[in-house]
């Protein structure tokens, strides 16, 4: 049965890999940066996923941290672009833009 | 596991194309994202070869900061590079191959993996691995001789990157200023907007929209005029 198991986590994480080269096909050929960002986005919670199944597959529980790690990291970066298409700069407070998009004439 | 090489073999795969995608693309955004992914993916591959701590650097630094900090350095220069003329192409090309086929012709005088005799084994690295579990009391040499052994090294690592840092950041700007202050761009498709934060006055009119015109105009790489317009449309 662990024999098996082995073999079926080794299974998914190929599987994974293989998604992870579909989203580098939209990523290059994306036709607009929002694609691209998508791809980028789900390319890195693949890889997140892929990290766990490997922990399982390798049976050293070390790279856990490091896929929790880049999902926080993901995440900022993600923050980071679209702040820096909306505002074209990354020192914005989101709440205090937020107020004066509401209503243009605040303050 | 002998069974990761596969895994292995589409992570180096991966690589190349990502590496030549980086290349050939003239979207200096699209590269930023690609160089996230790179260093994404390159973490991975360090997860595969058992190297944990350095796949935790790569990620921290590689996809995180660094993804920031290009996209700080795109605010000050053009959204698309410009294709380089074939001849001068020729000089970096050369220099490349004949690195790589140095590092190619190093690698037969490498000691091999594991190898007890090599001199990463045979001089302090014995006394490290003795006597770091009686003097320091911690599993791990690497955080060992990192913390302890060398401790004034990193410290005075860490005040150089933080210079590196300090620098950096009076560099990009990045409290808004960066609009204003950016070196004489030679595209049409730079906004001449400064940032909100360095106007200190309400938005203009159209400030509802989800972007400003030049914006949109980034947005599509082929500047396909209908799609952009599709995109927003449905996006309200």
């Not at chain 2, 990193?154 to 560099?171: N, R």
């Not at chain 2, 360095?198 to 030049?214: C, E, G, T």
Request: charged content about 15%.
């Amino acid at each position: 049965m662990e024999y098996f198991m082995s073999y079926a986590n080794l299974g998914v994480a190929l599987f994974l890999l293989i998604s992870m080269a579909m989203m580098l096909g939209r990523l290059l050929l994306g036709p607009t940066l929002y694609d691209r960002l998508l791809a980028v986005n789900s390319f890195g919670t693949k890889t997140v996923l892929f990290l766990c199944v490997f922990c399982l597959v390798i049976d050293r529980p070390d790279g856990v941290d490091i896929a929790l790690l880049y999902a926080l990291m993901n995440f900022i970066a993600t923050i980071a672009v679209l702040k820096f298409f909306r505002y074209r700069a990354l020192d914005v407070s989101l709440l205090e833009s937020h107020i004066t998009d509401r209503d243009g004439a605040a303050e | 596991m002998a069974s990761t090489i596969l895994l292995d073999i589409g992570f180096m795969a991966m690589l190349v194309v990502v590496a030549f995608a980086i290349v050939r693309l003239r979207s200096l955004f699209a590269i930023v994202m690609l160089q996230g992914v790179y260093s994404l993916v390159s973490a991975a591959w360090f997860v595969s070869l058992d190297a944990v701590d350095v796949a935790f650097t790569e990620a921290a630094v590689g996809a995180g900061v660094s993804t920031v900090l290009m996209l700080a350095a795109m605010l000050l220069a053009d959204r698309e590079s410009r294709p380089v003329p074939l001849g001068r192409q020729i000089g970096p090309l050369l220099i490349v191959v004949f690195a790589g086929l140095a590092m190619f012709y190093a690698v037969g005088d490498m000691p091999a993996y594991g190898d007890a005799h090599s001199p990463a084994n045979s001089y302090v690295g014995h006394d490290y691995l003795d006597r770091t579990a009686e003097e320091i009391h911690i599993p791990n040499v690497v955080t060992a001789v990192l913390a302890s052994y060398r401790g004034y090294d990193t410290f005075g690592e860490a005040v150089v990157v933080f210079a590196a840092g300090l620098g950096v950041l009076l560099l990009l700007g990045l409290n808004g200023n960066a609009g204003r202050w950016r070196a004489k761009p030679n595209g049409v498709r730079v906004s001449k907007q400064a940032a909100p934060a360095a106007r200190k006055r309400p938005l203009p009119a159209d400030a509802p929209q989800p972007m400003s015109a030049p914006a949109a105009t980034i947005m599509t790489t082929r500047a396909k005029k209908p799609a952009a317009k599709k995109k927003k449309g449905g996006s309200s």
